[in-house]
């Protein structure tokens, strides 16, 4: 039968189980099935029944049945001699040499192939394995304690809280915070009904501000108010738990996922509030839940002797963990909401539909925007302040001018000054006729310069300029002119001489005796 087994399986079997492995990992480790594992450890516990004779047993052929009783008998059969046990495994002799190739983490199809060329080996490769797996199965070793000094470490979690029992009759259930201080197993304990990011930092800045200061690190769940992507190496926390911790100069390390014993001590700390504090009870408000949490702590919790540092909790708190912790800072954590954001076509976020300009390489990606009753700050993946703007009613748009990219400013935007710092670069000539135009017509004259500045493009610069000298000798402001100057190439107007003396013109004493005789007539 395929599924007898031999007696160093059976042994193997019995060993690990009393070394506490469970049926499936013995099963996994010897590769066999979970059934067989069962039936032998039954047979064993109950010995009673007759055993199923091992594969492999020298006696197993020519082992004595039991004797039949004749029929009518009263006496009962005659039983078998003792099964003799099973012979040992072929690789019994090389076990050293099996041990050694073991230790220099060789696996057993090489120790096979090895065991052959090198002794002469004759037994199958799976004779090698069970023994390699024999050899292999060794107790575990126990989990390693670590205690923490004065004022280092906090551990975190949440537990299930007492129910409400609220005035219409319906119930709602509670979360309980707990956090417990590592050293002095000092505890504070708040009932919520969510487990959001703010509900958590609430909960953690109340535990500092009761416990008078803050332990340098601070172990918590992977629990998604707090940490965005579990990773044991290097997980990804909100960044608004981030800021906390680096306001409150606190270190954050969210533990290996589905791994509850890295923080064993407020794992227990969850129970005995749970089976202390609120087993049984039921509560009107969260507020009265919060006032009976906060009486337990200081009547039950801290008076109690802890079983592993034999100090009252108290007292050890007060006396040695309190003086270690870190400072509180001056102000609480600034309460403000945050998004993620992406940023439109148009360079803007929205938040609270109002909108605020980042800057243009943030174009199309996500941003972090955190907001408050008066400013509106974005940071960028890394956390990097990138804009921060005064905080506008709905429907308002925020521009800042560095956010506007150069080649999305109109001249009109820029102003005069600017664009008649544009001109002079086509030369003399062009700037006396551009700063006698603005004058001329005013405000209207800003569009006049930028097509000016666009003749650049389809004119060479002596031509616009000898364009705009003519155009200057003849006062003509208006760039249709100039246009057809460049389509013309008219001549400059020639400035005729003043004449003080030609036959046509009279003398100035001549027009003054011409006024006086006019005057004398009138008299």
């Not at 002596?462 to 000298?469: F, K, S």
Request: hydrophobic share 35%; glycine share 6%.
């Amino acid at each position: 039968m395929s599924n007898l087994l031999t007696v160093a399986m059976i042994d193997t079997i019995l060993s690990l189980h009393q070394r506490g492995w469970s049926q499936r990992r013995i099963a996994r480790e010897l590769g066999i099935d979970r059934a067989t594992v069962a039936r032998y450890l039954h047979q064993h516990a109950n010995p009673a029944k007759p055993a199923i004779a091992p594969t492999g047993s020298a006696d197993q052929a020519d082992s004595p049945k039991p004797a039949i009783a004749p029929l009518g008998s009263t006496d009962p059969p005659a039983t078998a001699e003792p099964q003799a046990a099973g012979r040992r495994s072929d690789c019994e002799p090389w076990r050293a040499a099996i041990q050694a190739k073991l230790d220099l983490g060789l696996s057993a199809q090489r120790i096979y192939q090895d065991l052959t060329a090198e002794h002469g080996f004759t037994g199958s490769y799976y004779s090698v394995r069970r023994f390699v797996r024999h050899l292999e199965a060794t107790q575990e070793l126990p989990f390693r304690r670590l205690e923490c000094a004065a004022g280092e470490e906090a551990q975190v979690d949440f537990g299930t809280g007492a129910p409400l029992r609220l005035a219409d009759g319906s119930r709602r259930r509670t979360h309980v915070f707990r956090i417990v201080l590592s050293h002095s197993r000092k505890g504070y304990s708040e009932a919520v009904t969510r487990q959001t990011t703010d509900d958590f930092l609430r909960c953690l800045e109340n535990a500092w501000w009761y416990f008078g200061g803050v332990p340098q690190r601070l172990v918590l769940d992977n629990l998604r108010a707090a940490v965005s992507k579990a990773d044991w190496y290097d997980p990804d926390l909100n960044p608004k738990v981030r800021s906390f911790g680096a306001h409150y100069g606190v270190a954050l390390l969210p533990t290996r996922p589905y791994t509850p014993r890295h923080k064993g001590k407020v794992e227990r700390g969850i129970d005995y509030v749970q089976e202390n504090a609120l087993k049984g009870r039921h509560f009107a408000s969260l507020e009265e839940q919060n006032r009976f949490l906060l009486d337990w702590e200081r009547t039950v919790a801290d008076t109690r002797l802890h079983g592993t540092t034999r100090r009252q909790v108290g007292n050890h708190f007060s006396s040695v963990e309190r003086p270690a912790l870190q400072r509180l800072p001056v102000e609480r954590f600034p309460c403000f909401q945050e998004a993620r954001r992406t940023v439109h076509r148009d360079g803007h976020v929205e938040v609270e539909r109002a909108y605020y300009s980042v800057p243009p390489e943030y174009l199309a990606r996500r941003v972090w925007t955190r907001w408050d009753g008066r400013l509106v700050r974005i940071f960028n993946d890394r956390l990097e302040q990138i804009a921060v703007h005064v905080k506008h009613e709905p429907g308002r748009f925020s521009t800042q001018s560095q956010h506007i990219g150069g080649p999305k400013i109109s001249g009109v935007e820029r102003g005069a000054a600017w664009l008649l710092g544009q001109v002079r670069r086509l030369g003399p000539h062009s700037l006396r006729w551009a700063e006698a135009m603005i004058q001329a017509r005013g405000v209207e004259g800003v569009r006049v310069l930028q097509g000016l500045l666009n003749l650049a493009h389809r004119y060479p610069c002596d031509a616009i300029e000898r364009a705009c000298d003519v155009a200057l000798s003849y006062g003509a402001y208006r760039l249709r002119t100039i246009r057809n100057l460049l389509d013309r190439a008219a001549p400059r107007q020639e400035q005729l001489p003043f004449l003080d003396e030609h036959p046509v013109i009279r003398q100035l004493s001549e027009y003054g005796q011409f006024v006086h005789d006019a005057f004398a007539k009138e008299v």
